[in-house]
């Protein structure tokens, strides 16, 4: 496996990392076999979060004498510096260790979060002490957001941003990119398969192969899938023009309606927790349906308030059917908890 610099950290990588949202649905023994073959297979690099339900704790399991082959990377959503530091300890009790590699505040996307996060009380300082005292190694920042993951790199205080980049999402590639390259940062890309939209995993990946800059993210549930993303990773960048067009037939496909989580429909009067049920679907596809009903549940049922006004489909940059598409969601909702 090629290793790659982890933007200016001074940590090396393997060439391609690994996302820890598919353990979810795995049980302890089956993530213990996927996490340690991608690691036999050179995969160094490996993202979580402490929202992904237990894969902190798979994860903590699977690499148990195994801390000094593996970067970790995780995430808290807490704004303040007192919850992101109970969620530090959580993350490091959970993971087995007493140092985490990346730390990064999670999915950032409204100004407000921003002032919370780097105000006065906010995670950032509990952050930067939590580095201090060698619990952290490096912070980064995620955001679904352009316009945030644009400010956010423009403050310099991060090692690396994590963004979606894919066939269908490509607006990093002019906007960030660039930027957070130039700041030295390290890029890691989320959802290189549109949050399972993408079902042709090989063109995928060798879409995100033909930027060495960038280090993909792939969730694994199997050793397959780990054993595809590390061969494509290995092997010479190519992209022909029968990709192209395979990759443009995707756009093609779901372009109109395909919810890119910007959250500028944000937020709904009635309570509607929008984005998430826009991507319930898609979630269930994930988790399987009975995890997601679990899952999802309080998601779901908020998409009940919803009054039909149609004020967040005003806001949708892709004009998206906002309210048709939560019904057809809510529906499906419904016919996976009635069969389980
Ligand atoms: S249509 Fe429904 S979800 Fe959208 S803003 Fe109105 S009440 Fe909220
Ligand atoms: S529904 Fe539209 S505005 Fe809302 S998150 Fe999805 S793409 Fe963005």
Redesign the pocket.
């Known amino acids: 496996m090629r290793l790659v610099p982890l933007g200016s950290t001074g940590i090396m990588v393997s060439a391609v990392g690994f996302g820890g949202i598919p353990l979810i649905r795995l049980n302890f023994e089956e993530a213990e076999t996927v996490l340690r073959h991608a690691v036999d297979r050179g995969v160094t690099f490996f993202d979580t979060a402490n929202r992904y339900v237990d894969s902190e704790e798979k994860m903590g399991r699977a690499f148990a004498g195994l801390r000094d082959k593996v970067v970790i990377a995780t995430k808290t959503g807490q704004r303040s510096a007192k919850a992101a530091m109970e969620e530090l300890e959580l993350s490091l009790a959970r993971l087995g260790t007493d140092y985490i590699d990346l730390y990064q505040p999670h999915q950032v996307s409204k100004p407000e979060e921003l002032e919370a996060l780097l105000g006065p009380g906010g995670a950032m300082e509990a952050l930067e002490a939590a580095r201090t005292q060698g619990k952290i190694r490096h912070i980064g920042i995620t955001s679904h957001s352009l316009a945030m993951a644009r400010k956010l790199v423009a403050t310099g205080l991060f090692a690396t941003v994590q963004f979606p980049y894919n066939i269908v999402e490509t607006e990093a590639a002019d906007n960030l990119f660039p930027e957070a390259k130039a700041a030295g940062m390290g890029i890691l890309v989320m959802k290189p398969f549109a949050g399972g939209m993408l079902d042709d995993g090989g063109l995928a990946l060798r879409f995100l192969r033909r930027d060495p800059g960038l280090l993909a993210l792939p969730g694994c549930d199997t050793v397959e899938q780990v054993d595809l993303a590390v061969d494509i990773f290995a092997a010479e960048a190519d992209w022909t023009e029968a990709d192209e067009a395979k990759a443009q037939a995707y756009r093609d496909e779901l372009g109109s309606r395909f ?7 944000q937020p709904c009067p009635q309570g509607v927790s ?2 998430y049920a ?1 991507m319930y679907r898609v979630v269930a596809k994930r988790m399987s349906p009975a995890k997601a009903v679990k899952f999802a549940a309080t998601t779901m049922e908020s998409v009940r308030n919803c009054l039909d006004c149609g004020e ?1 489909a005003t ?4 004009n ?1 059917p ?1 309210p048709e598409m939560l019904r057809e969601h809510l529906a499906m909702f419904d016919s996976h908890k009635a069969a389980q």
């Open positions: 919810c890119r989580r910007c959250e500028y429909c929008i984005t826009m967040c806001r949708c940059p892709y998206l906002i």
